[in-house]
Structures are given as C-alpha cells and as structure tokens.
C-alpha cells in the first residue's frame, strides 16, 4: 500500500465525461488500497476566462481580488471530482487551500508555499477518503487567499507530496512524457524512460514545458519521486529521480528550445566582487525570475 499523489491539469478534466474518465483512473488505485491525493487544475480554458472576466471591470484588476477570483476554478473541479466519487460509493473529500493548510507568503499572483500542515489531509485519509486537493492557491498568514502563479498546480502537487513523504507523484498532463527535444518539432524525439532532476530543471529553464519548473525545484529539494504521464492512454510516462549510475553514463539526455525571452544586456561590468549581487539583487527582491545567465 503506497501513499500516491497524482495531479490533473485542465486538459484532463476539460469536460464531465473527462473527469469521470480521470477519477476512475484515481478508483482504480483507491481499490489496490493506495492511499490517494489528487490535486486538480481548473477545467482547461477556465483560469484565461476568468482573468477576461476580471478585465473587462478593471483594467489592472487589484491583486488580492484577482487571486479570490482565480482560485474558483480550482474549486470547481475539486468539487466536482469528489461528488462524482460519492456517487459512485467511494468516500472522498475536497479541501481547498485553507482546509488543505497550504501556507504561502503574500505575493498575490505568485506565491510560494512556506509550509503545509498536512494533519487535516492525514485524518480524511486514515478514514479511507480520495482526498482531493485545490491546486495552484494557498492561503498567507492571515487567511488571504493567494495563487501561485500560471502552471502552479504543479507545484502544489510536489509541495503536498513532499510534505505526506508520498511514495510517489504522478503528474497527469496533455503530453505522456518527457522527450529528448520538442516532438511537435522533431518528429524524432523519443520519449524518455527517466531523466534526473537536475536534467529536467535545465531542461524546462530553457522552455520544455511539460512540467512548471518551480515544481521540479520542489521535487529534487525533498527527494520526491515525480513522474509524467498522460490521462488519455495507459503508457507509462517519464521518472525524474536523483542521478544514477547509469544516468551519468549517457551526457546528453535532451536538447529544449526557446523562443520567448527578454534579454537584458548590462555591459562594462566592473570585475569586482558584489557586483553580481547589486545586478541580481534588486530583481529579486521583486520576485523577477532570471531564466538564463551569461558571462
Ligand atoms: N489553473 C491554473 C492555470 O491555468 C493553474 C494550473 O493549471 O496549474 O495556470
Ligand atoms: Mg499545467
């Protein structure tokens, strides 16, 4: 009996007859007698709509209130995923952000989770619950609700799978793995068994998108093993884990392009030291993330 937390993203729960096909996926495990988190995106096409929605009242809608707003699309598929699983006769639980205690700092638009208490997911599971988790919001300190970004899901994923030590998690996403470079380029590319972290974390910097990177950062800090597989078929999809033996033997695992980034050059830099921190410092103070560095 493992303790496995698989994530859904739009694609896989993008109408009803969808996410009756994933939450059978997710009773299939429930019956082998694994203990199972589902963390959801919102229904694909919904988070854009909302944003819309939230301009077309306010140009630049205020924060705080675009996250509330924002994080009704994850609620609406948590929902609906447990009631169907009730339905069905099988015990099971959403929580959102608060009910899930998925602590962030206050960044609206692009949190960071700080911690997870994790005993009220652990009492619905001991009761034999699916317990289905609100992805891609948490809550700060005084109870705000905050989002994490485009893609977040992902991370609060491995972030809950990190702090349960799950056994295992599984991202279910519109690709059944990762590739050694873009198969909608290269027809060629072949879709890889395993990759290491670090592989991945360069990987998706340079524009794979298969996984948010941030989520990747999460895995390889904590050891989770994470893998990616597709809800549309049963392939088995890729591994990240911690490099091996074997994985250090072959040099190049993938090649990824990108093809929309700003460049800032910043020329006549001293040779000093303390220079790269007063460069570097002020962006990320501000949360600006710095995808590629050249000297
Ligand atoms: N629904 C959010 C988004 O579209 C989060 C996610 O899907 O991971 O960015
Ligand atoms: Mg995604």
Same mark, same amino acid.
């Given at each position: 009996m493992a303790l496995i937390v698989q994530k859904y993203g739009g694609t896989s729960l993008g109408n009803p007859d969808r996410i009756a096909n994933v939450a059978n996926r997710v009773v299939q495990g429930w019956r082998q007698g694994h203990k199972m988190v589902v963390v959801l995106s919102a229904m694909s096409g919904e988070t854009d709509r909302l944003i819309n929605l939230a301009k077309e009242l306010a140009?630049?809608?205020?924060p705080r209130e675009l996250d509330v707003l924002l994080a009704t699309g994850e609620q609406v598929t948590v929902s609906l995923f447990s009631m169907f699983l009730r339905y069905q006769g099988i015990p099971a639980t959403s929580l959102l952000s608060h009910q899930a205690r998925i602590y962030t700092d206050k960044?609206?638009?692009r949190a960071r989770i +700080?911690?997870?208490?994790?005993a009220r997911i652990r009492e619905e599971l001991k009761k034999n619950r699916v317990v289905t988790v609100a992805g891609f919001q948490g809550v700060d300190e005084v109870g705000n609700i905050t989002t994490l970004g485009r893609g977040g899901s992902d991370t609060t994923a491995v972030a809950v799978a990190a702090a349960l030590k799950a056994d295992l998690c599984e991202i279910y996403t519109d690709v059944d793995g990762v590739y050694t470079t873009d198969p909608r380029i290269y027809a060629k590319a072949r879709k890889l068994e395993r990759i290491s972290y670090d592989e991945m974390l360069e990987m998706a910097s340079l524009?794979?998108?298969?996984?948010?990177i941030r989520s990747v950062g999460f895995a390889k800090r904590y050891g989770v093993p994470l893998a990616v597989r597709t809800s549309f078929t049963d392939a088995p999809g890729t591994l990240m884990t911690e490099e091996d033996k074997e994985m250090e033997e +072959?040099?190049?695992s993938g090649v990824a392009l990108s093809r929309n980034d700003a460049r800032v050059t910043v020329s006549r830099?001293?040779?000093?030291?303390g220079i790269a921190g007063k460069l570097f410092k002020p962006g990320a103070e501000a949360n600006i993330v710095v995808e590629m560095i050249i000297q």
């Open positions: 140009e630049d809608p205020d960044a609206y638009g +700080i911690g997870i208490d994790t524009g794979a998108k298969v996984l948010e +072959i040099p190049v830099v001293p040779d000093r030291p």
